[in-house]
């Protein structure tokens, strides 16, 4: 027991007295690096470049995918262009069977595009798909894709150019889905213009309610140029028949018109104003006139191709007076001639006639006749009221608006 005591001491008496001097000769790095392993930079690089190179092979295998997917999407497509051409339309529905499973798990490149299952449908006669709205609301789409356009769609556009579609339709017994099927694959050549006209005309085939609204809503548009809202302008001569005491003191009367019109939604609204004089009937060198300007608010009762119809009501003012007979209005010798303004009131009515068909602007002749008061105690010491009648030239300026559907030729219409 002693001894082993003794070598106890002897060991700590060692470490006492040579540990600071094994501290200081040791650096505490180099006794850290037997516990910490300093990085190989080599090994480093390596597992950089291994990274690397693994992304490279993921990117140069989904390439290799992209460029199978694209190789296997043109060749079904070039086979069905192919049998289509031949008018091997059994081995075509079998191709195309195959080629929508691959579409279903391609993930770029694809066989079919919206379009082209509306034209593949056409030639494997699945009429009963291409009538069904809830199928193609989703396919139609405004351009025509895909590299089949060289075969399909040029064949199909020669079949409804000749006519050939129309007589394959026949094989649809329901009348409204085969209009329907025709103006759909019409519609992948035609504007909207050119659609909407087929609806026009094969309007009362389509008797499928649902049918009739898709199509309108998704293709119709149609503009004409708009009867109820427009300006016009008018020029003319008169013929006045003054009636009552004005007819003692003078006779018939020729005047000259001019009217500004703006016609809102049938309403009329014009601005107008005459001139008109005749020799006093009393034996003198007076001439008498009367000017007016007035404002006639009224209606379009007729509106045909050729004829409108407006009739009016009038309220305005007017002013008469006397003048030298061969002196002007502004001659000195006139300042002393009696003059009267007065307000008017009257009715009347107008009858636009064209001869040509509606265009942008639309030229006319305008008959109008009507009543109007006059009052001239001041001059001609007698009132009354005039009957007029004149023949014009009317031109107005139409702008286009879109034209809605009419369902009116529906008892219930389209819900």
């Given at each position: 027991m002693l001894h082993r005591f003794s070598l106890f001491v002897f060991f700590l008496s060692v470490v006492a007295f040579c540990g600071p001097s094994f501290a200081d000769d040791v650096p505490l790095d180099s006794v850290m690096h037997l516990f910490v392993q300093n990085p190989d930079t080599n090994t480093s690089k390596k597992l950089d470049f291994d990274e690397t190179s693994a992304?490279?092979?993921?990117?140069?295998?989904?390439?290799?995918?992209?460029?199978?997917?694209?190789?296997?999407?043109?060749?079904?497509?070039?086979?069905?262009?192919?049998?289509?051409n031949k008018g091997e339309i059994e081995r075509l529905k079998t191709v195309v069977e195959e080629a929508d499973f691959f579409d279903r798990n391609a993930s770029t490149f694809h066989v079919f595009y919206a379009n082209d299952i509306l034209v593949i449908k056409y030639f494997l006669k699945d009429y009963d798909f291409l009538a069904q709205v809830d199928y193609i609301k989703d396919l139609l789409n405004s351009s025509?894709?895909?590299?089949?356009?060289?075969?399909?769609?040029?064949?199909?556009?020669?079949?409804?150019?000749?006519?050939?579609?129309?007589?394959?339709?026949?094989?649809?017994?329901?009348?409204?889905?085969?209009?329907?099927?025709?103006?759909?694959?019409?519609?992948?050549?035609?504007?909207?213009?050119?659609?909407?006209?087929?609806?026009?005309?094969?309007?009362?085939?389509?008797?499928?309610?649902?049918?009739?609204?898709?199509?309108?809503?998704?293709?119709?548009?149609?503009?004409?140029?708009?009867?109820k809202n427009y300006a016009a302008f008018s020029w003319g001569a008169a013929i006045i028949k003054p009636v009552g005491s004005l007819a003692d003191k003078v006779g018939w009367m020729p005047g000259m018109y001019i009217g500004i019109d703006f016609i809102r939604n049938d309403f009329l609204y014009e601005w107008f104003m005459d001139i008109n004089g005749c020799q006093n009937k009393e034996p003198d060198s007076l001439q008498f006139y009367d000017m007016r300007w007035d404002f006639n608010f009224g209606y379009t009762f007729i509106k045909n191709k050729n004829v409108f119809f407006y009739g009016y009501a009038t309220v305005g003012f007017g002013m008469n007076a006397f003048n030298i007979r061969g002196k002007s209005v502004g001659d000195k010798a006139n300042d002393d001639m009696p003059y009267q303004f007065y307000p008017a009131f009257g009715a009347g009515a107008i009858v636009d006639l064209f001869f040509t068909d509606?265009?942008?602007?639309h030229n006319g002749l305008r008959f109008r006749t009507g009543i109007r008061s006059i009052f001239s105690g001041d001059v001609l010491k007698a009132s009354g009221v005039r009957l007029y009648a004149s023949i014009e030239w009317t031109f107005r300026e139409y702008s286009k608006k879109q034209v809605d559907f009419d369902y009116s030729f529906r008892e219930k219409g389209v819900k």
């Open positions: 992304k490279a092979k993921i990117v140069a295998n989904y390439r290799d995918s992209l460029e199978k997917e694209r190789f296997y999407a043109m060749y079904y497509r070039n086979t069905i262009e192919d049998l289509l025509i894709h895909a590299d089949m356009r060289s075969a399909l769609y040029r064949t199909l556009k020669r079949e409804i150019e000749t006519g050939k579609i129309e007589e394959n339709l026949r094989e649809v017994p329901n009348e409204s889905d085969r209009v329907f099927v025709y103006i759909i694959l019409n519609s992948l050549f035609e504007n909207k213009k050119g659609v909407s006209q087929l609806i026009e005309k094969y309007k009362y085939q389509l008797t499928d309610e649902k049918q009739l609204y898709f199509l309108v809503t998704r293709f119709w548009q149609k503009e004409d140029f708009d009867t509606k265009g942008r602007i």
